[in-house]
């Protein structure tokens, strides 16, 4: 079983759509989650970034950690074809020297006009 | 705005060939990383370091060496290429010890190994 476990899609939507993204994770050594997006032929950019249970909020994405279920959940309101891209969740462990991130594999996300 | 520039973006080499993949950041970042990307597997660390001249294992190393002579520079080195080694390269790079900080990537370098 993967530590990081994410639907790959492709997930398409039309534009205006409220788009929900889901990882489920099985470390519960993980005491940050971080979203990314990339776009075709580019490297990964952060998203979102969060250490504890609850929302987090930023313009239209909100990203959601539930730690006693080991889900975190990325939402894009209003989604805009800008916004087509693989989006990426990642865990991490905080070690002291240099930081460990485990991926999930990325979900596929088409924003349709 | 923080750049990790990889030296190429495509590259082709043959099977047996040794492969020096180059890195470099300009914002003084501490820690500097090596993943692949593949279709299904998504990213693997293949190696980290947290210092000039430290390196450590990531989840993948195997067939693959690093070197960073400098703190701005971090190399892969594929010894002998084979073919399953056919993958897209990132590099990353963060600051901190902590170990919570972003990763910033650079655009990647798509290697075929023929």
């Known amino acids: 079983q993967k530590e990081v476990e994410q639907d790959p899609g492709p997930l398409s939507v039309p534009e205006g759509a409220i788009v929900s993204l889901n990882c489920t994770y099985s470390?519960?050594?993980?005491?940050?989650f971080m979203w990314y997006r990339q776009y075709s032929r580019k490297g990964p950019e952060l998203l979102m970034y969060?250490?504890?249970?609850g929302n987090k909020e930023d313009g239209r994405f909100t990203a959601q950690v539930d730690k006693s279920s080991k889900y975190i959940s990325l939402f894009i309101r209003d989604s805009q074809p800008s916004d087509s891209a693989t989006y990426l969740c990642?865990?991490?462990?905080?070690?002291?020297?240099?930081?460990?991130?485990?991926f999930g594999t990325g979900t596929q996300l088409k924003v349709e006009l | 705005d923080v750049k990790v520039t990889q030296s190429s973006r495509y590259l082709v080499k043959r099977t047996g060939e040794k492969v020096f993949l180059e890195c470099v950041q300009d914002?003084?970042?501490?820690?500097m990383f090596w993943y692949r990307q593949d279709p299904g597997l998504g990213l693997r660390l293949i190696y980290f370091s947290y210092d000039v001249k430290m390196k450590e294992k990531g989840d993948i190393p195997e067939g693959y060496s690093v070197s960073r002579e400098k703190k701005e520079r971090f190399s892969l080195i594929l010894e002998s290429a084979s073919t399953n080694q056919t993958s897209m390269y990132l590099c990353?790079?963060?600051?901190?010890?902590?170990?919570?900080?972003?990763?910033?990537f650079g655009n990647g370098t798509r290697l075929t190994v023929t």
């Open positions: 990353a790079s963060s600051s901190g010890r902590l170990g919570n900080s972003p990763l910033h």
């Open positions: 990642a865990g991490g462990e905080l070690t002291g020297g240099g930081n460990k991130l485990t």
């Open positions: 470390n519960s050594a993980f005491q940050y």
């Open positions: 969060t250490y504890s249970s």
């Open positions: 914002m003084d970042h501490e820690n």
